[in-house]
């Protein structure tokens, strides 16, 4: 095995490992009912404020009609509003509810809670060296320009 197997094999060893203890892999997220991709869009539309599907696809990087069908399910279930853009009619301008809000906060919570219990235990220096670690890691692959996600 050369290096450059050995670097995707620790790379991707760190994927399933970080992976595996955010249970991002659950089949709803911090003890929602919400599936993980689900959970994200309430996130990002409750960071947008309001946004238009397109916007939402583009963040995410998810199939058009796989977002059709959670934006639908969310809809139903009252997290969220649909109504047509005053600039174009032909795209619907979509907002949280009530309902939404109060998810979007929880899921913020208890996401902070899930990181602060996981860096629970380490000394300042650790938690130090791992924030810049992944701050070097985002910005290093930011600069690349490019990814790929269809690696497991």
Do not use: P, W
């Amino acid at each position: 095995m050369n290096i450059e197997d050995t670097i995707v094999a620790d790379i991707r060893e760190f994927n399933r490992f970080y992976t595996k203890i955010l249970s991002l892999l659950d089949k709803h997220v911090l003890n929602t009912s919400y599936s993980f991709t689900e959970a994200r869009v309430v996130l990002e539309i409750g960071f947008m404020e309001s946004c238009i599907a397109n916007n939402l696809v583009e963040k995410l990087d998810i199939d058009r009609s796989y977002m059709s069908r959670i934006i639908a399910k969310l809809s139903k279930d009252g997290l969220l509003t649909k109504e047509i853009s005053t600039l174009d009619n032909r795209t619907s301008v979509i907002q949280l509810t009530a309902k939404g809000i109060a998810l979007f906060n929880q899921l913020n919570e208890k996401s902070d809670k899930q990181l602060i219990n996981l860096l629970h235990g380490l000394s300042q220096r650790q938690i130090t060296e791992i924030h810049a670690s992944m701050l070097l890691i985002k910005k290093n692959l930011e600069a690349s320009g490019g990814y790929c996600n269809d690696t497991i």
